[in-house]
């Protein structure tokens, strides 16, 4: 069973799949990229409180901090 937005963004984010949470993940994205910026302390406690969420965040800091990385030892 598939559950609406409004309750995925109504619930505890440790009640929550791995897949509602990258849905919910999605939606917020998406509203950042339209300059919703206020959204970001719900987003913040969500990473918090969310263990799927946490590391995937990691992961993708990871990512982005060793392209960085290899784009900076390119220019060099």
């Not at 339209?34 to 995937?56: A, F, Q, S, T, Y």
Request: net charge negative.
């Amino acid at each position: 069973m598939v559950r609406p937005l409004w309750q995925l963004l109504l619930d505890d984010p440790s009640n929550l799949t791995r897949d509602e949470c990258f849905a919910l993940m999605e939606y917020y994205a998406e509203l950042l990229t339209r300059g919703r910026v206020d959204l970001l302390p719900r987003i913040i406690e969500h990473l918090k409180r969310c263990p799927h969420c946490e590391v995937e965040y990691r992961e993708a800091l990871r990512c982005l901090t060793a392209t960085d990385d290899k784009h900076a030892r390119r220019e060099l």
